[in-house]
Nanobody
């Protein structure tokens, strides 16, 4: 089992910045990638960004490219999401998630909910206009 706890959400004005953290505990070695998703009111949960622990390669959804940066700290078992130039449409509950190593070579990045096995409880981000 892997436990994930997000923090760092809050209320910010448009154009501002926030940094989200996701602290992992338990069998964290089983996660080959860590992702961030978000769910806005009345909408389905959507993929935001992912980082693979091996090589630290990253992938983003188009709407956050050049504004958000995902990073990780192995020693602290923590993943971060630095969010800059925030827009009202970024308002959502942000979740981090762990994708278990499926074994073998993995091509590409996991960006679908069903590719992730453990989820945090979420942290609210509200961007005012």
């Amino acid at each position: 089992q892997v436990q994930l706890v997000e923090s760092g959400g809050g209320l910010v004005q448009a154009g501002g910045s926030l940094r989200l953290s996701c602290a992992a505990s338990g069998r964290t070695f089983s996660c080959y990638a860590m992702g961030w998703f978000r769910q806005a009111p009345g909408k389905e949960r959507e993929f935001v960004a992912v980082i693979k622990w091996s090589g630290r390669s990253t992938y983003y959804t188009d709407s956050v490219k050049a504004r958000f940066t995902i990073s990780g700290d192995n020693a602290k078992n923590t993943v971060y999401l630095q969010m800059n130039s925030l827009k009202p449409e970024d308002t959502a509950i942000y979740y981090c998630a762990c994708a278990r190593d499926p074994g073998g070579v993995v091509i590409g990045f996991p960006n679908a909910e069903n590719e992730y096995h453990y989820w945090g409880q979420g942290t609210q981000v509200t961007v005012s206009s």
